[in-house]
């Protein structure tokens, strides 16, 4: 016997393919990476002097540790971008790249090691859904975490959180999310005026 009641079940577990609900599935990841950059370059014009002589003084110290912290931080994105770039004047561009992606591995560890504790915490999104079925396998698992960490990008922490929670090695997470910090940092690093 039919029940309506059974039909609304059946609707809300099936994905909605039609074009409306793609186009909104990428539109609202894309406008908050916009309003990150946007937040990143806000916060590299406001950037009071004296903090960026401050931290400068620390050297690649200070890239280390402002990436650490910021990177710790789940799904709540710290624009840090501006800082390490008025960091970078008087600086090594592979400095501040090495520097800048070993603190940004160790904070980002932190989602892993969510993750890794509290496995089927997230939210069953259709991105959470691809990046699962991604990491399912380890040279797309690689692929997909370089190609997420590289960019200012938010939705990083759903696949770092992934990875953790799917048990996938730490080594490739760590190996991946460095790599493509590292070229997040050198960009960085060359347009902050690094040498």
Known sequence: MFHPADSMNQATHEP???????????VRPALIALIAVVLNIIAYLIIPP???????????LGVFLITLISNATIVIPIPYF??????APGL?????????????????????????SGRGALANTRFYRWVQR???HPWRAFAVLFLLSAPPNPAFDIAGVTAGAMGLPFWLFATAVFLA????FSVIALLGGAT
Not at 16 to 26: G, L, Q
Not at 50 to 60: E, M, V
């Open 82 to 87: 501006g800082l390490v770039a008025a960091l």
């Open 16 to 26: 909605d393919t039609t074009p409306a609900a793609t186009w909104r599935a990428w």
């Open 50 to 60: 004296d903090l960026a002589r401050r931290l400068g003084a620390l050297g690649y």
């Open 92 to 116: 090594n561009i592979a400095g501040v790249g090495i520097a800048g992606a070993l603190g940004s591995v160790i904070g980002e560890s932190a989602g892993f090691a969510v993750g890794r």
């Open 134 to 136: 991604q990491l399912e």
């Open 181 to 184: 910090r590292l070229v997040r």
